[in-house]
């Protein structure tokens, strides 16, 4: 998390609306990403919804919103933080925010949200050794695995960080797909370099649209 990626909760509300009201669909990242796969033209009006690193308080604003209207989202979690702090921003001067609990992950995760993970620690990992590269990937798989009783498939680079070599290594622990923080939309894009629209305080209404756009553009 970085200064000015907070939203507050009515912004995440009426942004869910406003897509929502516009005849956008709401549909797991997972599935989304299988399409754009396998169709030549993925359905342009679904979107996803991701988090990254697991916040307590996205288990008490986002998620509630997120049943009531009977759609999903992907949290992708750092798994050596659960039930504690995101010691990797708060070193460096970032507000202290609780990581979700155990049981709270699994409770999303039984309400039919999809578990990501985002490493155990939350480092640049492309400066880790092969072994250490190895470990959060390989490790914070099968912790979250543990806590949710189902395979986890997703996984999110810490800072967008990542090379050819932190991609193979990500194929090779097993994982299906994993998102970055460049900006673009599925279609035609490698399933270890998902791009995002990354909403903002500030996107909201025809500033979102016109973000949502330029994604487009990006990935035609
Ligand atoms: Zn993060």
Redesign the pocket.
Known sequence: ?VAGQYILPQLFRSQLNYLLRRGWQCAPLSSIVEKSQSEKHPSSNEFAITF??GYSSVYKYAVPEICRRKITATV?V?AGAIGRINE?DYKIGDRQESIMSAQQVREISDIGLEIGS?TLT?PHLTSLDDQALNRELIDSKHKLEDIIGKEVIGF?Y??GDYDERVIAATAAAGYKYAVSTKLGTTARANVYEIPRVNVRWSAVGQLLMRKIARARQISE
Do not use: A, I
Request: zero cysteines; aromatic letters at 28%; charged letters at 20%.
């Open positions: 998390m990254d690193d992708f750092v990797w985002h939350h999110s810490p800072y």
